[in-house]
Structure formats: C-alpha cells, structure tokens
C-alpha cells in the first residue's frame, strides 16, 4: 500500500478545478492526494448555474476569449468521457443561449455585442422582437431584439461536481476529506507538500492551488494570490411544463431552463468577504429580473434559494501554471464566472503540465507573473 503521506502532487481544494486537474495527472500515471476541507464539489462548483458561455461572458476578441472558447469545445467529448467512467451523466445540453434586450437602454449593449461577435467570426445571429419570441413563446411581449448563440450551452453543474470526483477517485486519486492544507512546504526553491490544520505534512514535488476563493489562504506562498469571493445570489422556480429550451441571458438577470422544468435565475454580483447570505434585496433583485424576462414567472413556485463565492481576480481571468520562482507551485484558481466552463480545460492542461507536457503559449497570458508589483 503507498504512503499516505507521500505523492507525485498534492492538491489543494477538491472543486470541480482540483479534481479535474487530478483527474487527469492521475490518468497521466502520477499518485495525486487531493486535501479537501469539507465535501469535494460543494463551495463554488455546486452554487453556479452551470452556463457554458463564451459569447455571453468575454467584452471582445484576445486571449480570454479564445481560452472560454476552447473550454466550450472540449464540453461534449469530456461529458461523454465522464458518464463512461463514471455513470454520471452531467445533463449537457446544446439548445444555445439567447440574450434579450427589454429596455432601450439594453439595444446598444447588444448592438456592440453583435459588431464585435460578428467581425470575429463568431457564431451569433441577430434575431428581431417576433424572432425571439417565437424561439421562446414565453418571453416578455416588451423584449426589443435578442442575440443567439447557437454555440453556448449548459451543464448540470451539481452533477458535474460528483462526476469529477468520481473520475477522480476512479483513476487513483486519494482524497483527505475534512482536512485543511494551512502550509505550503519548501525544500529551497521548490514547493515539497503541504502541512495539514493538525499538523500532519504531505510531501509531495508538485503542489497545485486550486482552492476557489479561498486559494490565497495558506501560509508559506511566495507571493500574494490575488483572489477575492465574490458573492452571487440564486434561486430556482418550478415551472412546469418546461417554459424554455434555451439559456435566456439580459443585462440583469439570467434564466438558465433544467430538463424537469425548473428555471434558475441568477446571478447577483456582491463584494459580502467570506459571507454568504441570500438576503431580500438578492432575492428581489432576482425575481425582478425573471419576472421581466419571462411574467408568467411571477406565479411559479419559489423552489429553492442558495449562494455561493466566485473566485474573483481582479481582472477577471483565471490563474493558472507555474509558480515563476518556486519550482513544483501551480496556480488554478480565479475562474470567477467560468469555473464551470472551463473545468474540463483546466483539467486538461494543468493537468498535462503536472504530466510534462508543454504549457503551450496561449496559456501565457493566465500566469500569475501578471500581476507583479513593478
Ligand atoms: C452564483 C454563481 C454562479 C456561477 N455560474 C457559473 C456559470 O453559469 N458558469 C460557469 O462556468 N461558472 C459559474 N460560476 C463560477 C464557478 O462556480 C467557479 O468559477 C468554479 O466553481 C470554481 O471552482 P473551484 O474548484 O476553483 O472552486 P470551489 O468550487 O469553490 O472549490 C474550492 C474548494 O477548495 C476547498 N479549499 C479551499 N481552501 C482549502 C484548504 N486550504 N484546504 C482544503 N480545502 C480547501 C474548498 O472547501 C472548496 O471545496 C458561478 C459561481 C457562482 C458563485
């Protein structure tokens, strides 16, 4: 029996980041130990809506964008991957996103939107008031025009969570479940493990910080890890039968439709620290926003509210590879509102990295080196 003590990688948080990395490092033929505080799969990763949207999320065309895009492509392939060795279908769904403007303020958002879309080469249309309206019979008589991207899908996200650990789990990986990673330990220049809130040390030559929100939190690193939470607010209503097929995006408010019918409305976008609380003005903010998208929302039943932390950089993206200095230290973190979309492909090349396989120069502009005090 190996050691629990020792491994190829250790991993810090056990999200839908931590355990796609490990799933794939331990596919790659390396022992991985993933410390997780609590449950895997139930901070961030259970609380998003589990919306796969490039072309909703990036302002304008470069890396960001392309990095969302990627993410977005591998999704089926991976999705069939996971219920083959898992049994786990993570309900992907591929009936596009449209995004509607219902007030005249909301015309030039999606107008700017198109134009840069469209010059890009990206798959969008333009749809007028009855277009939309016929793609979905139960938006507002007051939506004005509406983008679909035919591209832009969906994920069970609280499937996905349990996917992942599964596969993990499946291909090796050990998980020390309820113990919290407080130290990074160092030979010289090189990251050698992490000690545990007991005391206890897990020696390892690669450690991976995939801890969501909280990845900045453990003593020892070289330098800050500039991620913040960023509390979003959601709830769910029961509307059956299934009143859309699409994702249904406006500037406020988003309703993301799941196969039995119930519609999750999100998102707020609130500064809170580590506190989460749905409150009234969440909730109201909320039902205010569906209810505009879709009034005959305003009469099904309030199903469930809950909220979660994003991992929040401050400038949106994600970071992700190698430590500059500390041989052996990864970053995965700071995926703020495309964690989701964007497991799969963290998985995959942070993954490949921990294998030996080369950091390819489109993930460059991710590095934590950006964010260097001059
Ligand atoms: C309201 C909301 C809506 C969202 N909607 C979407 C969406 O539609 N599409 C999308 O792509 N993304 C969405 N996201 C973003 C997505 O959920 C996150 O980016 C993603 O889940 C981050 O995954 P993670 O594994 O990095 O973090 P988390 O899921 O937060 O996991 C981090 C884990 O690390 C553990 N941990 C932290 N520190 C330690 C430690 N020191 N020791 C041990 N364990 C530790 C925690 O317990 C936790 O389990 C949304 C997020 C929110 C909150």
Same mark, same amino acid.
């Not at 629990?4 to 790659?28: L, N, P, Y």
């Not at 049994?87 to 403007?101: I, N, R």
């Given at each position: ?15 839908? +980041? ?35 949207? /490039? ?7 470069? *890396? =960001? @964008?392309? @990095? ?5 492509? +591998?999704?089926?392939? $991976? ?22 403007? !219902? ?37 507002? /008589? ?6 679909? =991207? ?23 990986? #050990? ?9 990074? !330990? ?9 000690? @545990?809130?007991?005391?206890?040390? +897990? ?22 890890? *500039?991620?913040? /939470? ?21 500037? #406020?408010? $988003? ?8 519609? +999750? ?54 970071? !992700? ?14 995926? =703020? ?16 990295? !921990? ?15 950006? =964010?260097?005090?001059?």
């Amino acid at each position: 029996m190996r050691d629990e003590r020792t491994a190829d990688v250790v991993i810090v948080g056990g999200g839908v +980041i931590g355990c796609a990395i490990a799933r794939r490092a331990a596919r790659g033929g390396l022992s991985v130990v993933v410390v997780e505080r609590a449950t895997p799969g139930m901070e961030a990763s259970w609380a998003a809506a589990g919306m796969l949207s /490039p072309l909703a999320e990036a302002n304008g065309p470069g *890396p =960001f @964008l392309d @990095l969302l895009v990627r993410g977005r492509e +591998i999704y089926p392939d $991976y999705a069939a991957a996971l219920r083959e060795e898992t049994g786990v279908d993570v309900c992907y769904a591929d009936a596009g996103t449209l995004f509607v403007a !219902l007030r005249e303020e909301d015309d030039e958002e999606l107008c700017a939107r198109w134009r840069w879309q469209s010059a890009a080469g990206l798959a969008v249309e333009r749809l007028s008031a009855s277009e939309a309206r016929e793609a979905e019979p139960a938006l507002s /008589p007051a939506v004005r025009m509406a983008l679909r =991207f035919p591209g832009d899908h969906q994920v069970d996200n609280r499937a996905l969570g349990p996917a992942l650990w599964s596969a993990a789990a499946r291909a090796g990986v #050990r998980f020390r479940l309820g113990e919290q990673a407080v130290r990074l !330990l160092r030979a010289g220049n090189r990251a050698a493990g992490v000690e @545990l809130a007991g005391g206890e040390r +897990i020696h390892a030559g690669a450690v991976v910080l995939a801890g969501g929100a909280w990845a900045g939190m453990i003593e020892g690193l070289p330098r800050p890890v *500039p991620v913040e /939470p960023v509390h979003g607010q959601l709830l769910a209503l029961e509307a059956v039968p299934p009143m859309f097929r699409h994702v249904v995006d406006s500037p #406020r408010c $988003y309703l993301v439709p799941r196969a039995a019918g119930r519609v +999750i409305a999100g998102a707020t976008v609130e500064s809170t620290g580590y506190r989460k609380a749905v409150t009234p003005w969440g909730v109201r903010r909320l039902i205010d926003g569906a209810v505009e998208i879709a009034p005959a929302l305003e009469h099904a039943p309030l199903a469930e509210t809950w909220s979660g932390l994003r991992p929040g950089t401050p400038d949106g993206f994600p970071i !992700l590879g190698l430590d500059p200095e500390v041989e052996g230290l990864v970053y995965a973190t700071g995926h =703020f509102r495309n964690g989701i979309l964007l497991a799969p492909l963290t998985g995959e090349t942070v993954g490949g990295l !921990l294998c030996g396989e080369p950091w390819g120069a489109e993930m460059a502009p991710f590095g934590i080196e950006r =964010f260097r005090e001059e």
